[in-house]
């Protein structure tokens, strides 16, 4: 429990200014399974969210809409990439994703293909946010871990899924990525 519970306690961690990597050249799939890659995003502050529909933090949902709201006109984007890597919180197919973040939550973001944030069969953009070499290393370890993205491609910040996206730590970073 005790390990538990210090997965949750950091709320942020900056990027290591030596990591240098641009990520921009990583692709991914869209929920409708059109390629793309955050060069799609060139330019934007992007806050990349690992998320599930059957989770405890699921509600964060409504910040998370909230807050790219707020940000977008000013170059915020969110990208989504559903994740069933936590205790079988994102079952559902592409069309019930869609449909659930559609229907109770308004979602107006990004919404990208379930993919894989840990393990063997970890995505190349989780790989290199959070693998050895990664930008902030160490498995992410719930849904809704957070990693902000600056309009140059690489890394700035990760907050770990229980510091909610309208919080003053995940608002500094944004607003500051974003020059305002």
């Known amino acids: 429990m005790l390990r538990f519970f210090s ?12 990591f ?8 991914f799939k869209t ?10 995003y060139k330019g934007k502050v992007v806050l990349i969210v690992n998320t599930a529909s059957k989770c405890g933090l699921t509600p964060q949902y409504e910040a998370l809409e909230a807050l790219f709201d707020q940000y977008k006109d000013k170059g ?24 659930f973040c559609s229907t109770r939550f308004d979602v107006s ?11 063997p069969e970890q995505h190349p953009l989780y790989t290199a946010l959070t693998g050895k070499d990664g930008a902030f290393p160490g498995d992410v370890s719930w849904n809704f871990g957070k990693f902000l ?6 890394p700035l910040a990760r907050f770990e899924p229980r510091v909610k996206p309208d919080s003053k730590e995940v608002k500094a970073a944004i607003e500051k ?3 305002i």
Do not use: W, Y
């Open 149 to 154: 993205v600056g309009r140059d491609g690489k």
């Open 76 to 99: 915020l984007v969110v990208l989504a990439f559903p994740c069933n890597d936590f205790g079988n919180q994102e079952p559902g197919s592409v069309d019930q994703i869609k449909e």
């Open 109 to 119: 973001f990004p919404l990208m293909e379930k993919i894989h944030v840990k393990g």
């Open 7 to 18: 997965l949750f306690s950091a709320a942020v961690t900056l990027a290591d200014p030596a």
């Open 177 to 179: 990525a974003l020059g």
């Open 31 to 40: 929920i409708d399974g059109k390629d793309s890659s955050l060069a799609d």
């Open 20 to 27: 240098a990597a641009d990520l921009t050249s990583i692709s």
